[in-house]
């Protein structure tokens, strides 16, 4: 698995694709870092309608559960492979940078 980078951010204004930043997935082999700022969600929350806002968080809530699950595998499983390794692979991510036209969204991975 590369080593890579993506955004993860908030359509505001669809209309003329506004959108703030809302956190950062990193990838490398077997490991994974997921930062979500709280300040940013907070402000999301004064930007966009109460349905729409409660979607994003459903969202949110998604990916940081994805994550967690990778992470306890991680730690469990090292001479197995991890059942939740597809949820943030290079070419998952990057299906979602361009299919996924939804509040939340993702950059195209970027590799370091």
Do not use: W
């Amino acid at each position: 698995m590369n080593t890579y980078y993506t955004i993860i951010s908030a359509v505001i204004r669809p209309e003329i694709n506004e959108k703030i930043s809302l956190g950062l997935l990193a990838v490398s082999d077997n490991e994974a870092f997921l930062h979500l700022s709280k300040s940013k969600l907070s402000i999301t929350r004064a930007l966009l309608p109460q349905h729409i806002f409660n979607g994003l968080k459903d969202e949110i809530r998604d990916i940081q559960i994805a994550y967690r699950n990778f992470k306890e595998k991680a730690k469990e499983n090292v001479l197995f492979e991890n059942p939740y390794k597809g949820l943030i692979e290079e070419s998952y991510i990057s299906y979602l940078s361009k299919y996924k036209n939804n509040v939340v969204i993702f950059s195209k991975p970027q590799c370091r």
